[in-house]
């Protein structure tokens, strides 16, 4: 048997077992994150009320004619990829590690892509700008349960489909986004200091 024929077969087996205990592993699995999830969430939805009440206190103290000068959101639509957001909230619908994991590549594909396009194509993303990227997708899309979903990945992934390349440094990239962003007291700072 080659080796892709047994990777096939292993994840079928996966995809059958997982079926069955999917339910009950991944609850378990969000028991334990549910004060890190849940705090991750009031803090992204903190920040997105927070932009939203500075900037309507300047439109009501400015005249009328300088609205420009009031801070915008930080998080710009043509920084936003449509295809991103939807890869990583179709995590929840997925119940293998290898489908999660192919959500994790197309997740960073296409935030890939969308950069590229900006950018003009033949552009390369640093590391840095890459994980500031991933946050601020991941801060627009407020995924439920994100920790749970990596956790889960950290728990149950087979290191063939980590070691292949794609799938570990999607995995590595979202589980570092998400690390930094559960330890930020302060979104602004950590993240957008060089927007304003």
């Known amino acids: 048997a080659t080796s892709r024929f047994t990777e096939l077969t292993a994840s079928a087996v996966e995809g059958l077992v997982f079926g069955e205990l999917y339910d009950s592993v991944f609850e378990e699995i969000c028991d334990e994150t549910k004060a890190t999830d849940d705090a991750l969430m009031t803090k992204m939805y903190e920040f997105?009320?927070?932009?939203?009440?500075?900037?309507?206190?300047?439109?009501?103290?400015?005249?009328?004619?300088?609205?420009?000068?009031?801070?915008?959101?930080?998080?710009?639509?043509?920084?936003?990829?449509?295809?991103?957001?939807?890869?990583?909230?179709?995590?929840?619908?997925?119940?293998?590690?290898?489908?999660?994991l192919n959500c994790c590549v197309s997740f960073l594909e296409a935030i890939s892509v969308h950069f590229d396009n900006a950018a003009?194509?033949?552009?390369?993303?640093?590391?840095?700008?890459?994980?500031?990227?991933?946050?601020?997708?991941?801060?627009?899309?407020?995924?439920?349960?994100?920790?749970?979903?990596?956790?889960?990945?950290?728990?149950?992934?087979?290191?063939?489909?980590?070691?292949?390349g794609k799938e570990g440094y999607s995995l590595v990239t979202l589980q570092a986004s998400l690390h930094f962003l559960n330890a930020s007291k302060d979104f602004d700072?950590?993240?957008f200091k060089n927007e304003y």
């Open 189 to 191: 700072a950590d993240i």
């Open 48 to 100: 997105e009320m927070d932009h939203h009440r500075k900037r309507r206190t300047c439109m009501e103290l400015s005249d009328g004619d300088h609205y420009g000068d009031c801070m915008e959101f930080p998080i710009s639509d043509e920084n936003i990829s449509v295809e991103a957001l939807e890869a990583l909230l179709s995590l929840s619908e997925t119940k293998s590690p290898v489908d999660k």
């Open 120 to 164: 003009g194509g033949g552009k390369a993303v640093s590391a840095d700008y890459l994980l500031k990227m991933v946050c601020e997708h991941i801060i627009v899309a407020k995924a439920p349960r994100l920790n749970a979903e990596l956790a889960f990945l950290e728990e149950f992934a087979r290191d063939e489909h980590l070691l292949r």
